[in-house]
């Protein structure tokens, strides 16, 4: 079964830094999300994405966040300049539709230093 | 505002007995909702979804009640077991039709054997 996959699985950073997450969706998606998941808290809405803009982002994604799909099959999430609160579990999902379930890969966890 | 919540944290049964999670919604105006299954290091995998033109729906040991009269999603698992040991998350897509999905807090569900 097609799956999202994301690498890193953990990323150390010093704060200041700049750091890229990414991922690659299923295949034959178009809609492409990034969430993120605070220790024992509930999964956080990020951003979406289709046909090559975000199409809505949360407060959450200021202006040192970004996204990006480079190529067919890449997304990436950057932060430009991380902070302590960043800290936390990147999950990227992608839907065929707006509509349909979304599929999650495993995440990055972000540790900022 | 938005927001979708869980009666309960965590949820104690016995394997092989039936689990109900309950779900409490606040916006009107979603028209989809997601059950997600979250093990420990993993990402929130899919289980069932529902949209709004209906109040019933069966998987494979699983159904969702959706009672928009009060706002009130349910997970029911039918013999439940030591595997479906996990934090159980609802969603809705709230006003958005870009895809975001508002979780909720989360139910641990702990399977005795």
């Known amino acids: 079964e097609p799956e999202v996959t994301q690498t890193p699985s953990h990323q150390v950073t010093q704060m200041g830094q700049e750091v890229i997450l990414r991922c690659v969706p299923i295949?034959?998606?178009?809609?492409f999300y990034w969430y993120r998941q605070i220790l024992g808290q509930k999964v956080e809405f990020l951003v979406s994405f289709y046909n090559n803009e975000i199409s809505e982002k949360s407060e959450i994604f200021d202006d040192q966040f970004s996204v990006e799909r480079p190529d067919g099959s890449n997304f990436t999430l950057k932060i430009r300049s991380t902070k302590l609160e960043d800290s936390a579990m990147y999950f990227c999902?992608?839907?065929?539709?707006?509509?349909?379930?979304?599929?999650f890969g495993d995440g990055t966890r972000l540790s900022i230093l | 505002g938005e927001s979708v919540g869980l009666h309960l944290p965590t949820l104690s049964v016995q394997e092989g007995d039936n689990s109900i999670i309950n779900c409490a919604y606040s916006?009107?105006?979603?028209?989809?909702f997601i059950w997600y299954k979250q093990e420990s290091g993993k990402g929130p995998q899919f289980i069932i979804d529902?949209?709004?033109?209906?109040d019933k729906r069966q998987g494979q040991r699983v159904t969702v009640l959706l009672n928009k009269t009060v706002k009130h999603l349910s997970l029911q698992i039918a013999a439940t077991q030591p595997g479906d040991s996990a934090v159980y998350f609802c969603?809705?897509?709230?006003?958005?039709?870009?895809?975001?999905?508002?979780f909720g807090q989360g139910t641990t569900l702990q399977v005795k054997p």
């Open positions: 916006n009107s105006a979603s028209d989809y």
């Open positions: 999902a992608s839907s065929r539709t707006g509509d349909q379930p979304q599929h």
């Open positions: 969603a809705e897509n709230g006003s958005s039709n870009t895809g975001k999905l508002i």
């Open positions: 295949s034959n998606h178009l809609y």
């Open positions: 529902i949209r709004s033109n209906m």
